[in-house]
């Protein structure tokens, strides 16, 4: 974006205002909102240390708020202490609580398994009490790699029982994407299962864990393998260990230990423009807090709905809003494993009206791709029970929230357009379903604590209601990022050095209207969003080039109707490979590249061309590529190019 103004192309002027009834009920409303934005502006100290002491449980009280003496590493409620665990289950369970359903679990071949929680607290002290016996301890690493299964939020918990550090690794994700989040976490244990199923077919996890570290080079000490499938796999004497003999062995009870707020809860990657994804560390004070309220204030949820958030929990949206949230509010979780439109594309639809679910968040991608499928689907099922809608991931296109609000909320659900971000924890921009009028498209205005200004290139704010430019936030908050993990130099420079460590860098660009609502606009580095999904185009580059076939490759996104973002790659061959048959070569590439990294990474487009457009000094031309790719006609000077004919040959 650099030296250009975005110029806002959205013109959405339609306004819904928030549903009367809704408002009623909500668990925020308009007075508390304006009360507590006041009192987040006027003194952050204050309002942050009321809302942690409560709604959190505390083992040990904190005095400090913020301690920002080392900006911008900032720290919350540093002399406290406390253990997430506790705060998501143990707490519950002197209250009626105790016995309602904390999960309900619906396999894609339609088994239903409900566990209370009462029991999610002795299924996560047993485990957490076998971690313990394999010599896990406070702060080590272990690595979760699993279906979305209960077993797997189980496992989140446990390590949060003992003090362990969790990164949670996508089931989608290669081998090769597992190795490299083993290797910078140096990983102690790693849990995984045999496999998962997905459209009726096997995901094979313990095979890719055995691939994975085959080829790491670091060791974990073990592997423990939930039985999913019961399929065959390897078994490795002295490493690996099933699920089951162990919780066969565990006694039942493990106490909690308390940690301190700042000790990372999570590590969990996600792409940026350069290198390899980023090890993002969150707390467990801080981002515990914000996800709770994040869940209570934009999901409204109340003690008795079912709530359900499609995310799988190798996500962020997964971590926040499927565990920590909901868990630490007492809320129903409902979780399924499996497609969106499997046996058929009725399934989401069948599952709300079997489940009853109340609160229904998914993402774009989803909402496109259902619409797509046409109205008759969800109109077979009885959706009445859903009160309110939220969306996530990626902007949502005017006519995708327009079905949603018609066809599945049938007018009466509000919808969250919640932005937000691996690293910031839980919802920024948001409606408040009591409180916050929607436009379509707009992700409306911050939560109360939540300071965001846009920016242009020299950090001065751009007071235009037409103009987008950089998305800063202007104060600190508890559920933001710590560091990127072993590497903070990578930290400042990511989010902090742009504007000389003054506001946190999003890395989108949007603007703002004259109401005060944000419009998210995109990313403005070198990240896509395929469907909901962040992928750097560098990684995507690197998996190309190291196929011996390959001696150069630039990707680029171009909008896609329903991901949102398509990946193209433009791919130089070497010598040797020039005279190939060039579609093989292509899906050739095309799977090597979701072996290198995962399926949702797999190019949509792969064209082969002599040359890549560059500068003299030779930088690849990037926004050339990308007017290629989308089949815009190229306005841009490319006289300065080095290889002039090269676009014309790529246009063609
Ligand atoms: O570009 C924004 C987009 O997704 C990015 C964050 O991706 P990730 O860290 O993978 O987290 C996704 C789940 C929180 C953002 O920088 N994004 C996320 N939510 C929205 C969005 N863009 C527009 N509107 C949203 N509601």
Redesign the pocket.
């Known amino acids: 974006m650099s030296g250009t103004q975005i110029e806002s192309i959205l013109t959405e002027a339609r306004t819904f205002p928030v549903p009367e009834e809704f408002a009623r009920q909500a668990n925020m409303d308009q007075a508390q909102y304006e009360a507590l934005c006041r009192q987040a502006a006027e003194n952050p100290a204050e309002f942050w240390g009321k809302l942690a002491r409560d709604h959190l449980h505390w083992d040990k009280p904190f005095n400090q708020v913020l301690d920002d003496s080392q900006a911008p590493f900032y720290k919350w409620f540093s002399d406290g202490e406390l253990n997430v665990s506790v705060n998501c289950l143990d707490r519950h369970l002197d209250s009626p609580t105790r016995n309602k359903a904390a999960i309900i679990w619906e396999s894609e071949q339609g088994e239903v398994v409900t566990l209370t929680y009462a029991q999610l607290h002795r299924e996560v002290s047993r485990f957490a009490a076998t971690l313990q016996d394999l010599g896990i301890h406070l702060g080590d690493r272990v690595a979760i790699y699993m279906p979305m299964v209960p077993e797997a939020v189980i496992a989140m918990l446990a390590c949060a029982r003992i003090g362990a550090i969790h990164t949670v690794v996508f089931g989608g994700f290669s081998a090769e994407a597992l190795k490299d989040r083993i290797e910078d976490t140096q990983a102690r244990l790693l849990i995984t299962a045999d496999g998962g199923y997905r459209a009726g077919k096997v995901v094979p996890l313990k095979h890719n864990a055995d691939q994975a570290l085959s080829r790491s080079s670091h060791a974990v000490e073990h592997m423990i393998v939930f039985q999913r499938t019961g399929e065959e796999v390897n078994m490795q004497s002295g490493r690996d260990l099933w699920w089951h003999d162990l919780a066969a062995k565990a006694q039942v009870d493990c106490a909690p230990l308390a940690v301190n707020a700042e000790h990372p809860l999570l590590i969990l990657y ?2 940026g423009s350069t290198g390899k994804p980023k090890g ?1 560390v969150h707390s467990s004070g801080g981002y515990l807090l914000w996800s709770l309220l994040t869940t209570h204030w934009v999901f409204d949820l109340k003690p008795t709905d079912v709530y359900w958030c499609t ?1 799988d929990i190798g ?3 997964g971590h ?1 809003y499927v565990v920590y949230g909901p868990l630490a509010l007492g809320a129903t979780v409902f979780m399924y494993e499996g497609a969106p439109t499997y046996p058929d594309a009725g399934r989401f639809w069948d599952m709300i009206e079997h489940h009853r679910v109340n609160v229904f968040y998914t ?2 991608t989803a909402i496109r791709a259902l619409m797509k499928l046409g109205d008759e689907w969800p109109n077979r099922y009885d959706l009445s029970s859903l009160r309110l809608l939220g ?6 296109n005017p006519e995708a929230w327009m079905w949603y609000y018609k066809v599945i909320g049938k007018e009466r659900c509000p919808i969250a ?8 924890g839980g ?1 920024m ?2 409606p408040l379903p009591g409180v916050t009028p929607l436009k379509p498209g707009s ?1 409306t205005r911050p939560l109360p604590g939540i300071f965001p200004d846009i920016v242009d290139e020299e950090g001065e704010i751009i007071q235009s209601t037409e103009a987008g430019g950089y ?1 800063v936030m202007t104060r600190p908050w508890p559920g933001m990022l710590r560091t990127v993990w072993g590497d903070e130099a990578r930290y400042i420079e990511n989010y902090w050095a742009k504007f000389n460590n003054r506001f946190y860098v ?3 660009s949007a603007h703002r209207d004259m109401d005060g609502y944000y419009w ?1 606009m ?2 403005i580095d070198d ?1 896509l ?1 395929v469907s ?3 992928l750097g185009t560098m990684e995507i580059e690197s998996a190309l080039v190291a196929h011996p076939a390959v001696a150069e490759a630039a990707v680029v996104g171009r909008p896609h109707e329903i991901k949102g973002e398509a990946i193209c790659a433009f791919v130089v061959l070497r010598q040797s490979h020039a005279g190939e048959d060039m579609d093989a070569l292509a899906q050739t590439l095309r799977a090597h590249v979701a072996d290198a990294i995962g399926p949702i990474a797999r190019p949509d487009e792969i064209r082969f061309t002599d040359n890549l457009p560059k500068t003299r000094s030779g930088k690849i031309m990037r926004r050339l590529l990308r007017a290629i790719a989308r089949g815009e006609e190229i306005t841009q000077d490319t006289s300065t190019l080095e290889n002039e004919e090269t676009v014309r040959q790529l246009e063609r």
């Not at 969306?391 to 949502?396: C, D, L, M, W």
């Not at 357009?417 to 910031?424: G, S």
């Open positions: 996600t792409s993002i995310a996500w962020i949206t926040s993402a774009p969306t996530v991931g990626e902007p949502i357009d919640t932005w937000w971000q691996t690293e910031t919802h921009i948001s992700c998305l999003a890395g989108d998210i995109g990313r990240v969003n909901g999904h962040r």
